[in-house]
């Protein structure tokens, strides 16, 4: 199920989408969007997953070295 969001952004932000859309890369402002922010999502959650793996393996670097 999907749900509608308004927001507001900067002319030059949506000159920019609007580009894109022109190029043909996006059938549509919401579609680029909605790429942008699956970028965002992915990336952070990349990132939540590293510093989880690098914690877990200093830890066991610190066992090891006992």
Do not use: C, P, W
């Amino acid at each position: 199920m999907s749900q509608q969001v308004s927001l507001q952004v900067d002319k030059e932000l949506i000159d920019a989408i609007d580009a894109l859309v022109s190029e043909g890369m996006f059938r549509s402002r919401s579609e680029a969007i909605k790429a942008a922010l699956m970028g965002f999502i992915r990336t952070k959650n990349a990132e939540r997953v590293r510093a989880v793996y690098e914690e877990f393996i200093s830890e066991a670097i610190s066992h090891f070295r006992r």
